[in-house]
C-alpha cells in the first residue's frame, strides 16, 4: 500500500518561502514517477509539479505547472525515500492544501491528509 505523509506547510508572508516534505512508503520515490497537487478553497485539485524518476534517472525531468514555474523547484532524496517542494516567492493564490502523490497503474495514489500553506499578502 503506497503511503505519501506530507509535512512542512505553514503560514508565511508574500514572498516567503517554504519547503514541503513528502515521506514515501509503498513505493520507491528514486524509480517511480511522483507529483505535486494543490487545491484552494472553494476549488478543485490543481497539479503542479511532477518528476519522473522511472523514465528519466536520475535527475527525474521535473516539470511544472505555468502558475509555478520559476519559483517552486522538485527534488528528491533517494536514502529517505521522501520528495520535496521548494517553494519561492510565494504568492497569495499559492494558498492550498498541498498533496503529493506517485503514480501507480496509470493512477495518482497515496492521497493522504496534505499539508496546509497559507500565503497573506
Known amino acids: 500500500q503506497v503511503q505519501m505523509v506530507e509535512s512542512g506547510g505553514g503560514s508565511v508572508q508574500a514572498g516567503g518561502g517554504l519547503v514541503l516534505s513528502c515521506a514515501a512508503s509503498?513505493?520507491?520515490?528514486?524509480?517511480?514517477?511522483t507529483a505535486w497537487f494543490r487545491q484552494a478553497p472553494g476549488k478543485g485539485r490543481e497539479w503542479v509539479a511532477s518528476?519522473?524518476?522511472?523514465?528519466?534517472?536520475?535527475?527525474?525531468?521535473?516539470i511544472y505547472s505555468d502558475s509555478v514555474k520559476g519559483r517552486f523547484a522538485f527534488s528528491l532524496d533517494s536514502a529517505k525515500n521522501t520528495v520535496y517542494l521548494q517553494m519561492n516567492s510565494l504568492k497569495p493564490e499559492d494558498t492550498g492544501i498541498y498533496y503529493c502523490?506517485?503514480?501507480?497503474?496509470?493512477?495518482?495514489?497515496?492521497w493522504g491528509q496534505g499539508t496546509q500553506v497559507t500565503v497573506s499578502s
Open positions: 502523490v506517485a503514480f501507480i497503474e496509470r493512477t495518482w495514489v497515496g
Open positions: 509503498g513505493v520507491t520515490v528514486s524509480s517511480a514517477q
Open positions: 518528476i519522473d524518476t522511472k523514465t528519466y534517472y536520475p535527475e527525474g525531468r521535473p
